[in-house]
């Protein structure tokens, strides 16, 4: 559904009568599209003393090929140089300044609070060069596993500061920050180069874990990553569904669809435009696991459980078929699929579990105990088996998507609709693309270090954590 109000906005009059009365103004977000670089613009890369992921950084932007920045040309070109790898560097401060279209930000050297200073250092002058659309990424330690009270103290605070910034840059700019782990610093290039690309647009004010891969990946295709694996995608007739399979089908996946019968005819004419193919079934049926047991027995590699329904009602309101009904669809049956899939062995190393779970799991919502409840359910899904399927080389993740332009969201009453739209740092609903681009990177087979994560597809909502 359009968003009038934004397209409103954005032309000349609606922006001046805007900015007069001091309505939000939503910028256009950029978004990716095939063959498009990873960032377009310099990215400025700086660290607070003693920080310890310069290298690996540096390394990944600059075999993104970015144009890099810093304030220490002679410290970027030895860290390229330990890379193999060239690059123009520009000075951030040279005379007719150029706009940024990133900051990245080494934090792992702070150890106690006045150190902060630094943070505040880099991003006071930088911050007003960032372009539209920009990115910032903050990198630094996860605080349970520093070894001193004051490192805890001070890594614990740089969540207050992105998630601030976040609120702080508009423009279409999003603020993220990424706790590495011992190891992780290994494994950042798929998560750098998301976070950095317009793939990204709306997640915003997100702390994201990556830690040491349990197996190395391998050989990497960064255009076609998911050449030669196998998908599945259920509920992917339509609306975000039919966006993570259209993703993961652009990326080089072969995609299975699953989707209700009754939905049969859509689900037939995606998957015959992504050249895959189609499951009818009901997920709640009997014998739904053991159907797709069967069907993957040959391997599975990526497993999206986006197939969710909502059936609002108060709770005092709500009659106990309704609530069952959905649990069964958004909790029970998944995790039966999950149990019958790795029973059988299907799912390969390097799998990937990705489960659509909703801000509502996050944050709850009147009217919603049910589908809050199976939504922080699925949440407690990932948190749970992450440990255990490490084991195996799998990995499980959850996304959490706000509010998403979906018939979902259209058929919402005006002024929740609108109240939904606003609530956020970004000023506006996201697409179904942004939660299909947020899932192939979690699926990615480089992001073998990130698990037991939950990331918000929220353009950083107002409400919730
Ligand atoms: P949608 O209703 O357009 O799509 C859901 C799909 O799931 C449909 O194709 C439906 O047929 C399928 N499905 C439902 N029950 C099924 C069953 N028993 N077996 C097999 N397939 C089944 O909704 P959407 O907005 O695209 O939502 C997709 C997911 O994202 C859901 O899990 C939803 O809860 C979640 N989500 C959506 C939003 C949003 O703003 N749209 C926000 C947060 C979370």
């Known amino acids: 559904m359009s968003d009038l109000y934004a397209q409103l906005v954005r032309s000349r009059p609606g922006g001046l009568l805007a900015r007069q009365v001091g309505l939000p103004r939503p910028a256009a977000l950029e978004r990716h599209r095939p063959g498009d670089p990873v960032i377009r613009g310099r990215v400025l890369l700086g660290g607070a003393p003693g920080a310890q992921l310069l290298e690996p950084i540096a390394a990944t932007l600059g075999q993104a090929g970015c144009e890099l920045a810093s304030e220490s040309e002679e410290q970027l070109r030895e860290l390229l ?44 002058g930088s911050v007003r060069q960032l372009d539209t659309c920009g990115r910032v990424i903050v990198l630094g330690r996860e605080p349970e596993r520093c070894e001193s009270v004051a490192q805890h103290v001070a890594q614990r605070a740089l969540e207050g500061f992105t998630r601030s910034l976040g609120k702080e840059v508009g423009r279409g700019a999003t603020v993220q920050l990424v706790l590495v782990s011992p190891g992780g610093e290994h494994a950042l290039a798929s998560t750098l180069r998301f976070l950095l690309s317009p793939r990204s647009a709306y997640v915003s004010g997100q702390v994201i874990h990556v830690a040491s891969p349990a197996l190395a990946s391998g050989e990497l295709d960064w255009e076609r990553p998911f050449a030669g694996r196998t998908a599945l995608v259920t509920g992917a007739s339509r609306g975000i569904g039919a966006a993570i399979a259209q993703t993961l089908a652009q990326e080089g996946a072969h995609v299975v669809g699953l989707d209700v019968p009754a939905l049969s005819m859509e689900l037939a004419g995606l998957v015959e435009r992504l050249g895959g193919e189609a499951i009818e079934l009901d997920i709640t049926a009997t014998d739904a696991p053991e159907r797709l047991a069967a069907r993957f027995s040959e391997g599975l590699d990526v497993l999206v459980h986006n197939a969710g329904v909502t059936r609002d009602r108060t709770i005092a309101k709500m009659p106990t078929e309704r609530w069952s009904a959905l649990m069964e669809i958004n909790l029970c049956s998944q995790e039966r699929i999950d149990e019958a899939l790795l029973d059988a062995g299907a799912l390969r190393e390097h799998g990937r579990i990705v489960c659509v779970s909703s801000m509502s799991g996050i944050a709850g919502n009147a009217g919603q105990t049910n589908y809050a409840t199976s939504k922080a359910g699925a949440i407690g899904r990932v948190q749970a088996l992450a440990p255990v399927l490490a084991e195996r080389g799998v990995t499980i993740n959850a996304v959490a998507p706000g509010f998403i332009e979906t018939q979902m969201t259209a058929a919402m009453p005006i002024a929740i609709r609108e109240a939904g739209r606003r609530m956020s740092s970004l000023r506006q609903g996201g697409e179904p693309v942004d939660v299909a681009e947020t899932i192939a990177w979690l699926a990615h087979p480089a992001s073998g270090g990130i698990t037991g994560n939950v990331v918000r597809v929220c353009g950083q909502n107002l409400l919730g954590a």
């Open 81 to 124: 140089a330990k890379a193999r790898l060239d690059a123009t560097i520009y000075n951030p401060q040279a005379p007719g300044k150029q706009r940024l279209k990133a900051l990245v930000y080494d934090a792992t050297g702070i150890a106690g609070c006045e150190q902060l200073a630094a943070v505040h250092a880099f991003f006071h």
